[in-house]
């Protein structure tokens, strides 16, 4: 019997939990404005009312993409077993659509009209939607071409996400070098989480890097990215990428020499909340945010879908 849809299915349509993703790059901006322009500390519990109004204005605009995304995807999610709401019918892509179009109004309207968010991060918010826009939606569905996908993935969070959180704690435009560790650290996950969904993308008929490439080459170039962030870290001397991109290498390294879905699941499972825990230790809201989030996912899938997605 299909399940009927109650609010808080809405709410994880906006997927808090690849959200996470999103904040973290939002929060590595963050980082780099106070690193280049103010004091940083860590445990720094000043809480910056800017930073977590943009950035909630930021998920919802960026929620309703995923939203979209999900419109467009759902018969790759139910081969992959990754999403239930609107494979299974329990929340229909009429009312997707009506939620798409509210979220993404409000997280627009959130930085038109408050006159303490520059026009830059306006800017950035518009070509945030463009870029997820031709990702998601047919006819562009950057997802389904080779390199356009990982292009969009990298300028998208990496670069636009950074950049955001970057202003929102000042009004200067950086030096968009600084973000290299972040640009090849994403690229390098982004590979591998392709890898991950090879045969369900496949059957499908998507076209994505990974299975452009296939396993092989992509786990080489994944490897080589990883490298090359911890690099430009280094020769930054980035303290938080020459930590995370040290310690994600090791993973990247291990899954190019074995090869198996267990290792390359690690080198996206066991990476991307590392750099959100260092994240967490300098900002401490953030990491609470994360806690909260992960917390309530938890509950929320086992509940609802008698699904562990841990």
Same mark, same amino acid.
């Given at each position: 019997?299909?399940?009927?849809?109650?609010?808080?299915?809405?709410?994880?349509?906006?997927?808090?939990?690849?959200?996470?993703?999103?904040?973290?790059?939002?929060?590595?901006?963050?980082?780099?404005?106070?690193?280049?322009?103010?004091?940083?500390? /860590?445990?720094?519990?000043?809480?910056?009312? =800017?930073?977590?109004? @943009? &950035? $909630?204005?930021? !998920?919802?605009? *960026? +929620?309703?993409?995923?939203?979209?995304?999900?419109?467009?995807?759902?018969?790759?999610?139910?081969?992959?077993?990754?999403?239930?709401?609107?494979?299974?019918?329990?929340?229909?892509?009429?009312?997707?659509?009506?939620?798409?179009?509210?979220?993404?109004?409000?997280?627009?309207?959130? /930085?038109?009209?408050?006159?303490?968010?520059? =026009?830059?991060?306006? @800017? &950035? $918010?518009?070509? !945030?939607?463009? *870029? +997820?826009?031709?990702?998601?939606?047919?006819?562009?569905?950057?997802?389904?071409?080779?390199?356009?996908?990982?292009?969009?993935?990298?300028?998208?969070?990496?670069?636009?996400?950074?950049?955001?959180?970057?202003?929102?704690?000042?009004?200067?435009?950086?030096?968009?070098?600084?973000?290299?560790?972040?640009?090849?650290?994403?690229?390098?996950?982004?590979?591998?989480?392709?890898?991950?969904?090879?045969?369900?993308?496949?059957?499908?008929?998507?076209?994505?890097?990974?299975?452009?490439?296939?396993?092989?080459?992509?786990?080489?170039?994944?490897?080589?990215?990883?490298?090359?962030?911890?690099?430009?870290?280094?020769?930054?001397?980035?303290?938080?990428?020459?930590?995370?991109?040290?310690?994600?290498?090791?993973?990247?390294?291990?899954?190019?020499?074995?090869?198996?879905?267990?290792?390359?699941?690690?080198?996206?499972?066991?990476?991307?909340?590392?750099?959100?825990?260092?994240?967490?230790?300098?900002?401490?809201?953030?990491?609470?945010?994360?806690?909260?989030?992960?917390?309530?996912?938890?509950?929320?899938?086992?509940?609802?879908?008698?699904?562990?997605?841990?």
């Amino acid at each position: 019997m299909k399940k009927k849809s109650i609010f808080i299915d809405y709410l994880f349509l906006l997927r808090p939990t690849i959200q996470v993703a999103l904040w973290t790059f939002y929060f590595i901006g963050v980082y780099l404005g106070y690193r280049d322009y103010k004091e940083l500390k /860590v445990l720094n519990f000043n809480f910056d009312f =800017k930073v977590y109004y @943009v &950035l $909630f204005a930021y !998920s919802l605009l *960026m +929620g309703g993409i995923y939203i979209l995304n999900q419109i467009t995807d759902i018969e790759t999610d139910r081969l992959n077993k990754k999403l239930f709401l609107l494979p299974e019918g329990i929340i229909s892509v009429k009312n997707a659509y009506i939620t798409f179009v509210i979220v993404v109004l409000v997280g627009f309207t959130m /930085v038109f009209f408050n006159f303490r968010v520059q =026009k830059t991060i306006i @800017v &950035l $918010f518009i070509i !945030s939607f463009i *870029m +997820g826009y031709l990702y998601s939606a047919k006819p562009f569905y950057f997802k389904s071409r080779p390199f356009l996908d990982l292009f969009s993935n990298v300028v998208g969070y990496a670069f636009v996400a950074s950049l955001i959180g970057y202003l929102s704690v000042n009004d200067s435009i950086p030096n968009f070098t600084i973000f290299l560790p972040y640009i090849f650290s994403m690229a390098a996950i982004f590979i591998n989480t392709t890898i991950l969904d090879y045969e369900g993308d496949k059957i499908v008929g998507l076209k994505t890097t990974g299975i452009f490439l296939g396993i092989k080459s992509s786990l080489i170039l994944s490897t080589i990215f990883m490298l090359l962030a911890f690099i430009f870290g280094f020769y930054y001397k980035d303290f938080l990428a020459i930590i995370t991109t040290s310690y994600s290498l090791i993973f990247f390294i291990i899954s190019l020499i074995f090869r198996k879905e267990k290792f390359i699941k690690w080198s996206v499972m066991y990476t991307s909340p590392f750099v959100s825990f260092s994240l967490g230790i300098i900002f401490p809201y953030f990491l609470i945010l994360c806690a909260l989030t992960l917390v309530i996912s938890i509950i929320y899938y086992k509940e609802r879908f008698k699904y562990n997605i841990i």
